[in-house]
């Protein structure tokens, strides 16, 4: 078995990352749904998986973004960019052996504010786990260290059953220490219990995902100063209503929020300097766990 890195992307459909294999493992939780072809900007968002590029924000509107929904420009050896509305972005994907790096630039007027995450939704067993940091899963790695010194994490109200409090009115998240309180236990990835919560952890740079003998490491880099964090939606057949199915989202992001409506504190969301332009690498990599 090849333990070349391969990725497969959908340009006409919003860029999407379709498949991601390392060591001859497909990592990219897929699910078909015929709307997903119809989309057009301005559309509610169709959850198909793979990976997407969410971007200028989440939650919010546009919902999960303005880059998903319109058709990628193909620019050879790699390269892609989306045409949007207030920006451009640019994508380069890379690979060699276990590794793959994805390189972005963003172009807009400067002060123009955004939010980024790779919407990575995995297929993973439920005995995976999450591990903040990102260094490679070893035995006293980084990853288990920032685990282990209770990070913040910013929860939104779909966790309010689970914290055994009420929820404050008017608030659009609440913070704890990782891996959270009461039941929510955000470091592991099933197995399934009918919740779904979205999490997100301000301040990190990557993240490793372990299931079984394989791990799975996210990393990202870029200019001075940007606000790197790890979000999590850890969908445990509780959503969506009336047809709940399993969806484990590991997203590295720019920002700290979900919605860019809601950033207020610094590190929140990037706003593009006077040079027009924002640039970030996203690195993924099999490791040893």
Do not use: K
Not at 78 to 84: D, K, L, Q, V
Not at 178 to 193: F, K, M, S, Y
């Amino acid at each position: 078995m090849g333990t070349a890195a391969r990725v497969s992307v959908d340009l006409s459909h919003g860029g999407r990352w379709t498949s991601l294999r390392l060591a001859g493992r497909e990592w990219l939780w897929r699910r078909d749904d015929p709307r997903r072809d119809r989309v057009g900007p301005g559309d509610p968002f169709v959850d198909a998986g793979g990976i997407e590029e969410c971007v200028p924000t989440v939650r919010g509107q546009p919902d999960h973004g303005d880059a998903w929904c319109r058709a990628w420009r193909h620019l050879g050896d790699g390269g892609a960019e989306a045409g949007c509305a207030d920006f451009t972005l640019r994508r380069r994907i890379s690979t060699r052996d276990d590794l793959i790096v994805a390189s972005y630039r963003l172009t807009a007027d400067p002060g123009y504010r955004f939010v980024w995450a790779a919407h990575a939704l995995l297929d993973v067993s439920a005995r995976a786990r999450l591990c903040l940091g990102g260094d490679p899963a070893g035995t006293a790695g980084t990853a288990d260290a920032a685990s282990r010194a209770g990070r913040v994490v910013r929860l939104y109200p779909e966790a309010a059953a689970l914290l055994g409090r009420p929820w404050p009115e008017g608030a659009p998240f609440v913070t704890a220490r990782w891996p959270g309180p009461g039941r929510l236990h955000l470091d592991r990835l099933g197995p399934d219990d009918g919740t779904a919560v979205g999490a997100i952890v301000p301040g990190c740079s990557g993240a490793v995902v372990r299931d079984g003998t394989e791990a799975l490491r996210f990393r990202l880099s870029g200019d001075a100063g940007l606000p790197a964090s790890v979000a999590l939606w850890r969908n445990l057949r509780g959503f969506p209503p009336g047809g709940p199915y399993r969806s484990i989202g590991v997203e590295p992001m720019l920002g700290s929020v979900f919605d860019l409506a809601e950033a207020g504190q610094p590190g929140d969301a990037v706003t593009v300097p006077g040079t027009g332009h924002v640039e970030w690498e996203l690195e993924i990599a099999r490791t040893a766990s």
